[in-house]
């Protein structure tokens, strides 16, 4: 039977949601703050920190497309909690990288970072009609949103001020967020489980790729 947004299912959904979103922007911030420090030249600096940029946007590009089919073809409470452990798979290889110090090791965690985060968005929407009755799902997406923007926020902020206590041990704050990629990891199984519509998975997500490239070229 479907519920309402009072619900520990969907708060266990919110709180998901929200770490990663803290998470994935702490670290951008992180590594963007770094190669500012530790790179001589600002012109080597400033293009670091585009790149890191990019990085957190263009998995959404790519991987969109077989994100939906994911999504689609299993139960979606799985791919949440799948993505979870991948999720803290990787903050323990972000507090490996950051304590290498090694910026090309960094760049490639991002970009694994937001391929899981683009994976995941399908997902953790697609669920909302399957958990919540109709009424409450004007309600549930604008939870939903109002604590990303927070997540992000509040990572975006936390980014700097965890860089400038710990500076000089950078590698702490890759164990900060491998313990909350854990909490966020633990949430997900009090998700309540829903039936896939069992869409079969097919192989036509890289031309769906390519048409979304070209539609964004065109425009």
Known sequence: MKA???TGSFKALLT???IGAFVDN???V???LYAITILSSSQTASRYVSIVGALFV???IITSPVAGYLADRYLKRN???VMGAIKVILALLAAWSLSTGNLWYLCVVLFLFMVQSALFSPAKLGIL???LKEEELPKGNGFMQSWTFVGIILGTAAGGILYKIFHSHIYYI???MSVLALIGFGASFFIHVQRGSGVLLNQKFLSGTWEALKGIHKD
């Open 4 to 6: 309402n947004c009072k």
């Open 16 to 18: 998901t949601q929200f």
């Open 26 to 28: 702490l670290l951008k």
């Open 30 to 32: 992180v590594i963007s």
């Open 58 to 60: 263009l998995p959404f």
């Open 79 to 81: 791919v949440i909690i």
């Open 129 to 131: 009609p399957e958990m």
């Open 174 to 176: 890759g164990g900060l």
